[in-house]
């Protein structure tokens, strides 16, 4: 039942508060992000946004991190395209969790996505129709992707798991960690690392392999290109 316009819509009881802060959430992997894009393109209007513009949101919460109610409060005026090299999205101080505007760099794909998209429209309209209800609206599309709401440990992908999925690919990456500190806007690196980098068993054997080889060396190799080993012609 759709709400009426003057509706309060009140803030979770602090038990649902609690509870949503406990949730524990997975980082999508990227050949799931690729199915849920994709799937997502081809999904009819739900929720009061086209299968393409979910899509997009999508894509923007998985490159930049910004959370619902931010990418809820963009109009084409706080997208800078002009420069597709050097993109930016402003979020205002008013929208921003820590209250503040923050500037934040956009990939030149998505730049190129978002400059098309808002080509001849009212920059002061909003930039998405971003819904309330984002965790079902991503579910539904989820579903669509084959792609499961909530895997057997018991972590969940809702909307905000896209900015937790945004910064493990940022870790995975190799990106340093105060960088990813600041794309992400947090006030530690702790925050950073400890509560928004998922790793994977895999993505700890790829680290040890990146590691160089531990060979033996008893110097021989040093005391034949000198002269001085103990083996003659």
């Not at 009140?10 to 959430?25: N, T, V, Y």
């Not at 690919?169 to 990813?180: D, I, K, M, Y």
């Amino acid at each position: 039942m759709a709400l009426a316009a003057n509706a309060i819509i009140h803030d979770p009881a602090p038990g649902l508060q609690e509870k949503i802060a406990r949730r524990r959430r997975r980082a999508l992997e990227d050949a799931e992000i690729g199915r849920l894009l994709a799937a997502t393109e081809k999904e009819p209007a739900r929720y009061g946004m086209t299968g393409p513009e979910r899509a997009l949101l999508y894509r923007f919460a998985l490159e930049t991190g910004l959370r619902a109610s931010e990418l809820r409060s963009l109009t084409p005026a706080s997208v800078n395209v002009a420069d597709l090299s050097r993109s930016t999205v402003t979020v205002a101080a008013a929208h921003s969790k820590h209250r503040r505007e923050d500037v934040l760099p956009m990939r030149r794909d998505l730049a190129e996505m978002l400059a098309t998209f808002i080509r001849g429209r009212d920059r002061s309209a909003r930039l998405l129709p971003v819904p309330r209800r984002t965790a079902d609206m991503l579910r539904s599309d989820l579903k669509a992707a084959e792609i499961p709401a909530e895997d057997r440990s018991g972590r969940v992908v809702d909307f905000h798991a896209l900015r937790h999925t945004c910064i493990t690919r940022l870790a995975r990456s190799g990106v340093a960690p105060a960088v990813a500190k600041d794309l992400a806007r947090h006030s530690s690196i702790t925050l950073t690392m400890d509560h928004y980098t998922h790793t994977v068993i895999g993505d700890k054997y790829a680290a040890l392999a990146s590691l160089p080889a531990i060979e033996a060396d008893d110097g021989s190799e040093e005391k034949r290109a000198t002269g001085t080993d103990d083996r003659r012609p």
